[in-house]
């Protein structure tokens, strides 16, 4: 039998499974790269997970699994099982993968990074899984995919050239990247295919949101970049994600929405992520088939 596996982070839909999440990511040597993670995953996610799951709340949870699910029922084919399966909280890869002789897996993230995509593959290695394996590669250069996200955008307002559009990536400690990870370089390629597929608007610019902790992050962060549009319209692009989340629900539309109406923003717009439309669906089973 075969499958594809749509591979993601995890999302919390819950306060346990929020607790699961942090408690599981802060264990991920790809996300904290210290010796003493065991003892900190434990601390910081019992700390955490109270405090953030009263705004998770405001939202209902996250929506990732059941986006997702809807996403894989959209790419039911007879040639394969399409399902998904989390890093951090369930169903987990190894609960699912080994009912099939053969897989082809889907890191569900447009560009690379150590702690997306390479964690993704740790957790495929870590199952032990002994069928035939394809894998997909980050598509941030694919142009059917660019096609779907400018039509996306281009749906979202109607004079386009009021609106000045950033481009949103989900932040990563500067120490990652000197370490080698390609994310800030694939990013920033990927905002200029973008750049050059909407002349329309009046400005188009790149910042990172949700720096967590001390230290430097990739900037500029996404509260900076926002002060640079008192009384001018802002349309929000969530560029690192495929499908919305916590990350795109809470903190794009409700948290940096707040901080936009306290600058003087005129107009805030966040556009929602590909998700599970028909077009996505394609054009994921068309790179599977190509893997
Ligand atoms: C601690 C460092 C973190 C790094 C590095 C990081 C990278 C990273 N994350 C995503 C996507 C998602 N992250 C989500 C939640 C989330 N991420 C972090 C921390 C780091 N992420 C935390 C602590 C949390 C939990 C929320 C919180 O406590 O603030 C989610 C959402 C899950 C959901 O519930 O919907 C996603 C998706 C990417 C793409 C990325 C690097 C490129
Ligand atoms: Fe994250
Ligand atoms: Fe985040």
Redesign the pocket.
């Known amino acids: 039998m075969k499958a594809i596996i749509l591979h993601?982070?995890?999302?919390?839909r819950s306060e346990k499974e929020?607790k699961e999440?942090?408690y599981n990511?802060?264990k991920d040597k790809r996300?904290?790269n210290s010796p003493i993670r065991h003892i900190l995953a434990p601390l910081i996610s019992n700390i955490?997970y109270k405090k953030?799951w009263k705004n998770?709340e405001t939202i209902g949870?996250?929506?990732?699994h059941k986006v997702t699910e809807s996403l894989c029922e959209k790419m039911k084919n007879e040639k394969y099982d399409v399902i998904y399966a989390m890093r951090y909280t369930a169903p987990y890869l190894k609960d699912s993968i080994h009912k099939y002789d053969e897989i082809i897996f889907i890191p569900m993230?447009p560009?690379y990074?150590f702690?997306?995509v390479e964690s993704a593959l740790d957790d495929l290695k870590n199952t032990n899984f002994k069928g035939k394996v394809k894998i997909v590669k980050p598509f941030y250069q694919n142009e059917e995919f660019n096609e779907i996200l400018k039509e996306n955008i281009l749906n979202s307002v109607e004079n386009p050239s009021e609106w000045n559009l950033i481009f949103s990536?989900?932040?990563?400690?500067k120490k990652?990247i000197e370490s080698g990870d390609s994310?800030e370089e694939e990013v920033k390629k990927h905002v200029e295919i973008l750049k050059e597929k909407l002349p329309q608007f009046k400005s188009v610019s790149l910042a990172f949101q949700?720096r967590?902790?001390r230290g430097e992050w990739l900037q500029p962060y996404l509260d900076e970049k926002l002060k640079e549009f008192k009384n001018e319209k802002v349309l929000i692009y969530p560029i690192?994600?495929m499908i919305d989340?916590?990350?795109t629900d809470l903190?794009l539309k409700v948290e940096y929405k707040h901080l936009a109406d306290e600058i003087g923003i005129k107009e805030y717009k966040v556009v929602e992520c590909p998700n599970d439309s028909e077009k996505v669906a394609q054009f994921l089973l068309k790179l599977a088939e190509e893997a």
């Open positions: 993601n982070m995890g999302g919390a929020l999440f942090l990511m802060f996300i904290i955490r953030v998770y949870g996250s929506r990732l993230y560009h990074s702690t997306t990536a989900h932040g990563l400690p990652i994310y949700s967590f902790g690192s994600f989340n916590s990350e903190e």
